[in-house]
Nanobody
Framework: VQLVESGGGLVQAGGSLTLSCAAS????????MGWYRRAPGKERELLVT???????YYADSVKGRFTISRDNAKNTLYLQMNSLKPEDTAMYYC????????????WGQGTQVTVSS
């Protein structure tokens, strides 16, 4: 399984970005996927998850501002981010849960999001 994120960049506070995560390889059965982020000096944070096409979790820090979606025809996961804040600055990663281990075993390389004030 390969996951490749894109769509990061520099945006002003209050702006929007949409991240994409293209999946390839043996993706059959990858029903649960999510987006994480890691800011400098902070631990990795789970932001949102989606299972069987429905969002199942939103962290309080992004609830109401971020939306996860998945296009199975394109094997692509998305993260729509609105009302961005400087504290959203981080490296963003998509991840997929292995159906056998139950763990997020598959990760992308990350895409940087920087929000200026």
């Amino acid at each position: 399984v390969q996951l490749v994120e894109s769509g990061g960049g520099l945006v002003q506070a209050g702006g929007s970005l949409t991240l994409s995560c293209a999946a390839s390889g043996n993706i059959f059965g990858l029903n649960t996927m999510g987006w994480y982020r890691r800011a400098p000096g902070k631990e990795r944070e789970l932001l949102v998850t989606i299972r069987n096409g429905r969002s199942t979790y939103y962290a309080d820090s992004v609830k109401g501002r971020f939306t996860i979606s998945r296009d199975n025809a394109k094997n692509t996961l998305y993260l729509q981010m609105n009302s961005l804040k400087p504290e959203d600055t981080a490296m963003y990663y998509c991840a997929a849960r292995d159906p056998y281990s139950g763990e997020y075993d598959y990760w992308g390389q990350g895409t940087q999001v920087t929000v200026s004030s």
